[in-house]
């Protein structure tokens, strides 16, 4: 269910599969009960 | 840390904050509940290992000759002064981050390309970007 291109500004996201920290798979529109920040980072241990 | 200092003003606007990462979920949970020493953020954080929030959001590579630039390590030190510390890496350390933001519509009403490592937009901007579409 990867992205087959980048989008912008006024596009909509198409389905993208994220997982969460227990490994579960999901979809970033689950989150989307609200406005989002999404925000890539880099994790540091 | 900045998120986690700014999430009750992005509350405020009507919007979460959702983290992603290319690391490993332990790390995610570790950020979520404060585990090892750190603050924890509140927020979800999530993992992408298959860096399809990166592709889907255009968001670059680090290229070799910019680990030799002083912004990337004028960034370093910035979040070494805010209290942040390398710990294990783990995932792409050639990912750049960004940021974007989404609304319920599913609609990217704003995007952020990092340049170099460490190159995240003001909290300001953010708020701003979070106010003008409301």
Redesign the interface.
């Known amino acids: 269910m990867s992205a087959p291109r980048t989008i912008g500004v006024g596009d909509v996201v198409p389905p993208v599969e994220i997982e969460m920290a227990n490994g579960s798979t999901v979809e970033l529109g689950s989150f989307l009960q609200q406005t989002l920040v999404v925000v890539a980072i880099r994790y540091y241990g | 840390m900045q998120?986690h200092e700014a999430r009750s003003s992005?509350q405020a606007?009507?919007?979460?904050?959702?983290?992603?990462?290319?690391?490993?979920?332990?790390?995610?949970?570790?950020?979520?509940d404060g585990s090892?020493g750190r603050v924890a953020m509140g927020f979800?954080?999530?993992?992408?290992?298959?860096h399809?929030?990166?592709?889907?959001?255009?968001?670059g590579r680090v290229r070799w000759w910019q680990w030799l630039t002083p912004a990337l390590w004028r960034n370093y030190l910035r979040a070494f002064g805010r209290g942040?510390?390398?710990?294990?890496?783990?995932?792409d350390?050639g990912?750049l981050?960004?940021?974007?933001?989404?609304?319920?519509?599913?609609?990217?009403?704003?995007?952020f390309h990092a340049r170099t490592?460490g190159d995240?937009p003001p909290i300001s901007r953010?708020l701003d970007a979070?106010q003008g579409?409301r």
């Not at chain 2, 992603?20 to 979920?25: D, E, K, R, S």
């Not at chain 2, 942040?84 to 995932?91: A, D, L, P």
């Open positions: 998120l992005i606007l009507g919007a979460d904050v959702l983290a992603v990462g290319t690391a490993a979920g332990w790390q995610a949970a570790a950020l979520m090892g979800p954080c999530v993992v992408d290992p298959d399809n929030v990166y592709r889907t959001f255009g968001f942040s510390r390398q710990g294990k890496v783990t995932g350390v990912q981050p960004g940021v974007v933001i989404v609304g319920r519509d599913r609609r990217v009403q704003y995007a490592v995240y953010l979070l579409t």
